[in-house]
């Protein structure tokens, strides 16, 4: 990664977006090319909960790319995206078969790399705000704002969808959760579990073994585990309902009714600012429309 010369015609009329950053020398190069071309940075939640010291040799369920890094690229981020100099924070959710990941034989050659966490993306980042307020003394509610800010309103501009996502205001989609901040998350029945297969912060074999696939956080995060598991926290906070625009279509652990996505047009002022990703089964269109 470097930076591209004021004088390069290959930003012109362009805007950037950096995703998944994870290294304390790569922030420093991208702040600097702030200063050449519009660009905006996002990073995930495991760069800024987990570092390669604390992650025990064979943890196949946090194999991603670009990797985990040591603890000073994690400090380095953590504190970045408190200072507002991170713009979003994104799961870089996974979908494939548990059994692609090896989680038995911890054999990391032969495991897919990503991570399938979407669903604990809100708890941990939470997490970490409530652990960094409670000891350093920064205003809750403000961090709070700031994880509202990165999860949701500036994502929302990043991809040209502002008008109607990423806020709950007049003209926008009533797009909201209802979350409880002081619940403990509960181990998931054997049902639930397909839904937490690939998510390494609930079935986390960085600290028990898997074995007939209910080690969760609940049992691995003991008095004497919880350095091992890297944050000083035990991850708090859970999403009780779930509504899109307007309509409750998540309550109290069960999804409700069927899918009803719609297809909406970006705008933008300029030019693209960033890709989107071609997944299969979900409609895409290179002329500015995303599935949502």
Not at 264 to 278: F, P, Q, T
Request: proline letters at 5%; hydrophobic letters at 35%; a neutral charge.
């Amino acid at each position: 990664m470097g930076t591209i010369p004021p004088s390069s015609n290959l930003h012109r009329g362009l805007s950037f977006h950096l995703m998944q950053l994870c290294s304390g020398i790569a922030m420093t190069i991208a702040e600097e090319s702030r200063s050449t071309f519009p660009l905006s940075i996002g990073t995930c939640p495991h760069y800024l909960v987990y570092d390669s010291e604390n992650i025990i040799d064979g943890s196949t369920l946090l194999k991603c790319s670009p990797p985990i890094r040591g603890p000073e690229n994690r400090d380095i981020l953590f504190q970045k995206w408190k200072n507002a100099q991170i713009d979003s924070i994104s799961s870089a959710h996974v979908a494939f078969d548990v059994g692609l990941k090896f989680i038995q034989s911890g054999n990391m050659t032969r495991a897919l790399g990503g991570i399938g966490a979407i669903s604990s993306s809100l708890p941990a980042c939470f997490s970490m705000i409530r652990f960094d307020a409670a000891h350093t003394g920064a205003s809750l509610e403000e961090q709070i704002d700031l994880l509202c800010n990165s999860l949701c309103r500036r994502p929302a501009e990043i991809i040209g969808l502002s008008r109607v996502k990423g806020s709950v205001r007049q003209g926008g989609d009533a797009d909201f959760v209802l979350f409880d901040p002081e619940a403990l998350r509960q181990l998931p029945s054997r049902k639930e579990m397909r839904y937490y297969a690939l998510d390494p912060f609930i079935k986390n074999d960085a600290i028990a073994a898997v074995n007939d696939g209910t080690t969760f956080v609940q049992e691995m995060l003991e008095e004497k585990d919880a350095q091992r598991f890297s944050p000083h926290y035990r991850l708090r906070g859970l999403v009780k309902t779930t509504y899109l625009r307007g309509k409750k279509i998540f309550d109290k652990g069960e999804v409700i009714g069927n899918p009803h996505g719609q297809i909406l047009r970006r705008s933008y002022s300029g030019a693209v600012v960033i890709d989107v990703l071609e997944t299969k089964n979900l409609p895409y269109s290179t002329e500015g429309e995303i599935f949502v």
